[in-house]
């Protein structure tokens, strides 16, 4: 008898144990899931970084691609990269779009900060950084070429680099380096930059020079002076030593200079001009 009941205290035992096991476990359950569900809605509650990020990259790009910067074939291939976001930092989600923005007078360049900002019920706003690497077509030496050399097109060649750090600027159209003389001997591969060249003068002031007027097919030449010096495809005024006029004109060669025209149809009369016989029937010059 006393071994039966030995027996039925330990299965008792057994069973209350059992019970606070499955007990726990439940709580257990229970607590993680809750616990969950508040991070949940706490993460909800906070604005995604991934978001802030996207919205100062898409800003930037459309700045870039605005009439100041030119569009994406012009500016050539451009790649945006937001920095990453303190993952301390907590904002509250917004209920208006993101909207970003740069302070006045910022400078896009290389890394420019980008301002992003909720007008929401619960505004705010935050700085992130934004890395930006240009990949564009620009102009190299194709050999070693010496202090006061002048550039022809045989001097050049055309390469992609990244220009995100080229603060010395570059060239991008080869035309603009041609006939320029440098300033100092560089080194093959070196980009040109706009400090390393400068306008050769190839005419100089008081030299006569052939002036070249262009209309269609009529080729007039005639004789005249250069009042300043000028360089290639600069503009200068020359008097016509056939009739004393002063013009303006482009520098093509060292001897000549081409007449700038003006195109047909700009000059409008405001005035008409009227002709003292024809003043009294309220007919001018202009009337056919």
């Not at 606070?20 to 229970?30: H, M, N, P, Q």
């Not at 001097?155 to 300033?183: C, H, I, P, W």
């Not at 003006?262 to 024809?278: A, D, E, I, M, R």
Request: net charge positive; hydrophobic share 40%.
């Amino acid at each position: 008898m006393n071994k039966g009941k030995s027996v039925s205290k330990l299965t008792a035992s057994n069973l209350k144990c059992h019970k606070f096991d499955t007990d726990w476990r439940v709580g257990l359950v229970l607590g993680i899931s809750l616990l969950l569900a508040v991070s949940s809605a706490s993460a909800g509650a906070w604005q995604d970084p991934v978001i802030i990020a996207a919205t100062a990259e898409n800003y930037l790009r459309e700045r870039l691609a605005g009439p100041a910067h030119g569009s994406d074939d012009a500016a050539g291939k451009t790649t945006l990269s937001a920095g990453a976001l303190d993952r301390r930092l907590k904002l509250a989600r917004c209920d208006q779009p993101l909207t970003g923005f740069i302070r006045e007078g910022t400078k896009i360049s290389a890394r420019t900060i980008v301002g992003v900002r909720c007008n929401g019920s619960k505004p705010w706003k935050v700085y992130v950084p934004v890395e930006m690497t240009a990949e564009m077509t620009v102009w190299v030496a194709s050999k070693p070429l010496p202090r006061g050399h002048i550039l022809d097109r045989s001097d050049m060649v055309a390469e992609t680099r990244n220009v995100s750090y080229q603060s010395e600027g570059y060239f991008s159209k080869e035309e603009m380096l041609v006939g320029q003389r440098l300033r100092n001997s560089i080194l093959a591969g070196r980009a040109f930059e706009p400090h390393l060249v400068e306008a050769d003068n190839v005419i100089r002031r008081g030299q006569t020079v052939v002036l070249a007027v262009l209309m269609g097919d009529i080729n007039i030449r005639m004789s005249g002076k250069a009042l300043s010096d000028g360089a290639i495809n600069q503009r200068i005024r020359v008097e016509n030593q056939n009739s004393g006029r002063i013009v303006e004109g482009i520098v093509r060669s060292r001897e000549l200079v081409e007449v700038l025209m003006p195109v047909q149809g700009n000059f409008h009369q405001s005035t008409p001009k009227v002709s003292p016989k024809l003043a009294d029937t309220g007919f001018n010059n202009n009337d056919s």
